[in-house]
């Protein structure tokens, strides 16, 4: 849905539970984005319920929620944002989403497939952080392998070839071509990585603006 031109995507935001209900029923949406705090914790999961025994058996659920929130125990089928998050960020989850396989829903199976060319590794490190996610993503270049795991949203794991822990990370933060993929529900007990994974992140795009400055400099001179 979201790869299609603006104009042929049909987007219906509510704030009444009651009209939810009635257009749910009528348009059978493909996903489901809900921001708990405006809608209720209790009403959502009674939204939910009636919603997934009914007429909407087969859409997608995106919960929008805060720390504060305590949304725990969700059903497995419904995926997970933690704010804040940017629009981007929102439409990247919900991309992900939508081109999961049918068994990939919620925490279990392989999900999103790609190139570091479409998908930034940076935005997808953020998507799984926001969305408490666990899982592996593996990335490849040619030969070369790496693998990192996130274990409800934190990053626990990196390797590349026998390169581990934060300098993996690192390493594998500047490729720019590659492929990847994420496998939901993967946990590993090599735990090489204990830093906050946001704080990471922001460094390796430090360390890449420092290096794109670095070369710069070095082509002026030269």
Same mark, same amino acid.
């Given at each position: ?30 996903? %489901?984005? %809900? ?16 919603? *997934? ?37 929102? %439409? ?29 590794? $940076?935005?997808?490190?953020? %998507? ?12 490849? *270049?040619?030969?070369?392998? !790496? ?13 590349? !070839?026998?390169?581990? !822990? *934060? ?16 496998? $939901? ?38």
């Amino acid at each position: 849905m979201l790869s299609r031109p603006v104009g042929e995507i049909d987007i219906v935001q509510l704030s009444d539970s009651s009209a939810a209900f009635d257009i749910v029923k009528r348009r059978r949406p493909d996903i %489901i984005v %809900i921001d708990i705090e405006p809608f209720g914790l209790e009403a959502f999961r009674e939204f939910y319920q009636v919603a *997934r025994k009914t007429f909407c058996s087969e859409a997608h659920f995106l919960v929008l929620a805060t720390q504060d929130d305590h949304v725990d125990n969700l059903p497995s089928d419904i995926c997970l944002m933690v704010k804040p998050f940017s629009a981007d960020q929102l %439409i990247t989850q919900m991309r992900n989403i939508l081109f999961e396989s049918p068994s990939a829903v919620g925490n279990n199976g392989a999900g999103l497939l790609g190139k570091l060319a479409d998908f930034d590794l $940076h935005d997808i490190i953020q %998507i799984l952080n926001l969305g408490l996610k666990t899982a592996k993503v593996e990335i490849t *270049r040619g030969e070369e392998k !790496g693998t990192l795991y996130l274990s409800k949203g934190k990053l626990v794991h990196a390797s590349l !070839g026998s390169t581990m !822990g *934060r300098e993996a990370f690192f390493e594998l933060m500047r490729w720019k071509e590659g492929n990847f993929s994420i496998v $939901h529900g993967q946990r590993t007990n090599n735990v090489n990585i204990k830093s906050d994974t946001m704080w990471l992140v922001l460094e390796a795009a430090r360390a890449m603006d420092e290096l794109e400055m670095d070369q710069k400099l070095t082509a002026e001179e030269t």
